[in-house]
């Protein structure tokens, strides 16, 4: 059975910075993309960030303007989200997903997702 959770979340001020982490098991990790999303109440889910298996491709998206950056290390079966300068904006479920990035940015192509880390960042 695949398990995907994410870790990380808090409550932050503007300017701050945060790295989300997420773990997974059940899969062959170091064979597989992982990408992180992030869904604001009323809003869609929107791909942020996707890295391949053996992180020699990145897929990024215009959301997070530069200020995200995606690892991964595959020894420990991790990936990980840095967030730097966060604004208000950010505030969100951030989740984490396994699957195919091909089709970056659809979520549809991601088969296996965490139950999210809630960010929320004030001014």
């Known amino acids: 059975q695949v398990q995907v959770m994410e870790s990380g979340g808090g409550e932050l001020q503007a300017g701050d910075s945060l790295k989300l982490s997420c773990t997974a098991s059940g899969l062959t990790f170091g064979h597989t993309a992982m990408a992180w999303f992030r869904q604001a109440p009323g809003k869609e889910r929107e791909g942020l960030q996707c890295?391949?298996?053996?992180?020699?491709?990145?897929h990024y998206s215009h959301h997070d303007q530069g200020r995200f950056t995606i690892s991964r290390d595959n020894d420990k079966n991790t990936v990980y989200l840095k967030m730097d300068n966060l604004a208000p904006g950010d505030s969100a479920m951030y989740y984490c997903a396994e699957g195919d990035s091909y089709f970056w940015p659809a979520a549809s192509a991601f088969n296996h997702w965490g139950r999210g880390t809630q960010v929320t960042v004030s001014s």
């Open positions: 890295i391949s298996w053996n992180g020699g491709i990145d």
